[in-house]
Nanobody, 125 residues
Framework: QVQLVESGGGLVQAGGSLRLSCVASGRSFSSNAMGWFRQAPGKEREFIAGISWSGDSTVYAEAVKGRSTISRDNAKNTVYLQIDSLKPEDTAVYYC??????????????????WGQGTQVTVSS
């Protein structure tokens, strides 16, 4: 069991940057791989980025590769998602998730068993 709380969303101008945070409690944070997903209105939830328990392995979706960074601080039980050069199509609810596959950075939703409530990101033109 892991409880996750996201923060850092808001209204951002296109071309700007933001940094989302996710604080975990419950199951040992360092025992979990972590991921970020997003869901835009009328669309399926999609994988954005993942990171292994040690931070040694990271995976990014093509939509954000090259302009995003996922990182974690196990001492603070926190995972971060930095997105630069934001586009209007980045507008979505962003979710933090935890996976028991600690040595991996899973891409698939079914490999995660704990989810946060989400934080809204809106990118204006």
């Amino acid at each position: 069991q892991v409880q996750l709380v996201e923060s850092g969303g808001g209204l951002v101008q296109a071309g700007g940057s933001l940094r989302l945070s996710c604080v975990a409690s419950g199951r040992s944070f360092s025992s979990n791989a972590m991921g970020w997903f997003r869901q835009a209105p009328g669309k399926e939830r999609e994988f954005i980025a993942g990171i292994s328990w040690s931070g040694d392995s990271t995976v990014y979706a093509e939509a954000v590769k090259g302009r995003s960074t996922i990182s974690r601080d196990n001492a603070k039980n926190t995972v971060y998602l930095q997105i630069d050069s934001l586009k209007p199509e980045d507008t979505a609810v962003y979710y933090c998730a935890a996976s028991p596959l600690a040595t991996m950075a899973p891409r698939h939703q079914r490999l995660y068993d704990s989810w946060g409530q989400g934080t809204q990101v809106t990118v204006s033109s």
